[in-house]
């Protein structure tokens, strides 16, 4: 509700009293964390635990290079889902030659308008609240990461995890190829995936590390 965010409105309705308000991403992460600001990822299942969001973002990238907030990203006031994205910036705004030179030359899963493709790619459902993709239950859950980074090597979440699978161990270096690749690919150690082209991660690798090159 407005108040969740806003503060207690009886005394802006009785007396015109200024509501609170708080942009920081630090103030999101009220709710969109587990453990406390810049805490640990934590992870159930084989999948980024739900309510992440804040721990995520503060371990990636985005968080040191010039994306101060969420609100830099999104408008609070409408919802990802069913607010037409409720976004306030576009990724090629930030990142034109990354959108000019993706050599990948498939469909992207989420559409084809250049934002979707960044995002199938760089966000992938690599958290889950309730169950994964039954279709794709091993790579693909139903909440998108804030990592942003994609882990160009062969490698996969056996290196991201730490050795319990309790923990992101490796959010600086992104998410590893299995999680973002395996959306549409098959991978030929479990059989599963997207029901794609069947690729392991030494190919899925050689075709990442050059994504973006001219």
Request: charged share 15%; aromatic share 6%; with cysteine.
């Amino acid at each position: 509700s407005c108040e969740q965010c806003h503060g207690p409105g009886v005394d802006h309705v009785s007396s015109g009293a200024a509501l609170t308000t708080d942009d920081s991403d630090q103030f999101c992460g009220t709710c969109h964390n587990r453990g406390g600001v810049n805490a640990d990822i934590p992870v159930s299942g084989e999948f980024i635990r739900h309510h992440e969001q804040y721990n995520e973002f503060a371990n990636s990238v985005h968080a040191t290079t010039g994306i101060t907030g969420c609100n830099d990203c999104h408008d609070p006031h409408l919802g990802t889902r069913y607010d037409n994205g409720g976004f306030v910036l576009s990724c090629v705004t930030c990142h034109p030659s990354q959108a000019a030179t993706n050599a990948h030359g498939v469909p992207i899963a989420d559409g084809n308008d250049t934002d979707s493709a960044c995002i199938t790619c760089h966000m992938p459902q690599a958290g889950k609240s309730a169950v994964a993709d039954a279709t794709n239950p091993i790579f693909v859950g139903d909440v998108k990461t804030h990592i942003f980074t994609i882990n160009p090597g062969a490698l996969n979440k056996e290196y991201f995890f730490n050795a319990d699978s309790t923990l992101v161990a490796t959010a600086a270096d992104g998410v590893t190829l299995d999680f973002v690749c395996y959306q549409c690919h098959d991978d030929p150690v479990t059989g599963t995936g997207g029901g794609g082209i069947e690729l392991d991660l030494a190919a899925l690798s050689a075709k990442a590390d050059g994504i973006h090159t001219p």
